[in-house]
């Protein structure tokens, strides 16, 4: 019993690391680099009163983009190493895209209002990402082969949908952005 604690806690400690790293590296890609950041963005501000909104649209434009390609890296990853059946990889790198999309989904909503059909997808992609978080978990746990194929043929089919989901609320987000 002791071991099948110490076990899991160390597993806990694992994917949290991760976790971690993900979230701390998307809310420092957030923030301004220099002194110098925050006074253009000021200005930015400032000019998109006076006529200069496309400078804003067209950064809220790129920084959408930047964060789509990097769940679109990460999903690809996922792809790859589960076609090698690296698990662990998997797993890890499942746990950095539900991180990822869970950021870009609460920064874009808090930041906008988003049209009640966005936020639908906004919800099915941030179940079906939980949901390949946990399926990714439960094989890191067992040897059996026969089920690891089960598991991957699974695993596949809800990697697609997430990438689908994810690539039609992007399509959404960039639409509204356009608007």
Same mark, same amino acid.
Request: net charge negative; proline share 2%.
């Given at each position: 019993?002791?071991?099948?604690? $110490? *076990?899991?806690?160390?597993?806990?400690?694992?994917?949290?690391?991760?976790?971690? =790293? $993900?979230?701390?590296?998307?809310?420092? #890609?957030?923030?301004?680099?220099?002194?110098?950041?925050?006074?253009?963005?000021? =200005?930015?501000?400032?000019?998109?009163?006076?006529?200069?909104? *496309?400078?804003?649209?067209?950064? &809220?434009?790129?920084?959408?983009?930047?964060?789509?390609?990097?769940?679109?890296?990460?999903?690809? +990853?996922?792809? #790859?190493?589960? =076609? +090698?059946?690296?698990?662990?990889?998997?797993?890890?790198?499942? !746990?950095?895209?539900?991180?990822?999309?869970? @950021?870009? !989904? /609460?920064?874009?909503?808090?930041?906008? &209002?988003?049209?009640?059909?966005?936020?639908?997808? %906004?919800?099915?992609?941030?179940?079906?990402?939980?949901?390949?978080? &946990?399926?990714?978990?439960?094989?890191?746990?067992? *040897?059996? %082969?026969?089920?690891?194929? @089960?598991?991957?043929?699974?695993? /596949? =089919?809800?990697?697609?949908? $997430? @990438?689908?989901?994810?690539?039609?609320?992007? *399509?959404?987000?960039?639409?509204?952005?356009?608007?």
């Amino acid at each position: 019993m002791q071991s099948l604690q $110490v *076990d899991s806690v160390q597993r806990w400690m694992e994917d949290l690391r991760h976790m971690t =790293e $993900v979230e701390c590296m998307c809310v420092l #890609q957030a923030k301004p680099i220099g002194v110098e950041e925050d006074a253009q963005q000021g =200005e930015l501000i400032v000019a998109s009163a006076v006529g200069g909104g *496309d400078h804003v649209a067209r950064n &809220n434009l790129q920084t959408l983009l930047r964060r789509a390609l990097v769940v679109s890296t990460e999903l690809g +990853k996922m792809f #790859q190493r589960l =076609e +090698k059946g690296r698990w662990q990889r998997v797993h890890s790198t499942a !746990v950095r895209a539900n991180c990822h999309v869970r @950021s870009l !989904v /609460h920064e874009y909503g808090a930041a906008r &209002n988003t049209p009640p059909e966005m936020q639908k997808y %906004e919800k099915s992609l941030l179940e079906k990402c939980m949901e390949l978080t &946990n399926i990714t978990e439960r094989c890191l746990h067992t *040897d059996d %082969e026969f089920f690891l194929k @089960s598991m991957r043929e699974a695993i /596949h =089919e809800i990697l697609t949908d $997430v @990438s689908d989901s994810f690539s039609n609320m992007i *399509d959404m987000a960039l639409a509204n952005e356009i608007q």
